[in-house]
């Protein structure tokens, strides 16, 4: 994964399936499609572009399954950002109470 942009990043992952059962004389790809059928939003990604592409790996037939994942931003953002952000104004302010308030500022 590449943690370089986060959260505004998008991860191209991708399965390989290699069948080392059958040579690659003996089993041929044809037409491959793939479909994904499950929630496209997901909590921390999108479910984006899906593609196979045939191959071959050392004699044997192998396919790669090519999936895009876009990551949801906003979920980081009022997850991590905001509380943060929030907790950090409520601990500065409280450096504007007096010193007589003790209470108050360790709360």
């Not at 939003?41 to 399954?65: C, F, H, N, Q, W």
Request: charged share 20%; hydrophobic share 45%.
């Amino acid at each position: 994964m590449d943690m370089l942009f986060f959260p505004f990043d998008t991860q191209y992952c991708k399965l390989e399936i290699k069948l080392t059962s059958a040579r690659e004389e003996f089993l041929i790809w044809d037409n491959l499609t793939v479909f994904y059928f499950g929630e496209v939003a997901l909590t921390e990604y999108m479910v984006g572009k899906l593609k196979i592409v045939p191959g071959t790996e050392r004699d044997y037939s192998s396919a790669t399954v090519h999936i895009t994942l876009f990551r949801r931003f906003w979920f980081y953002i009022t997850s991590a950002f905001v509380p943060t952000v929030m907790l950090m104004f409520i601990s500065y302010t409280s450096l504007f109470c007096s010193k007589e308030n003790r209470d108050l500022r360790v709360m």
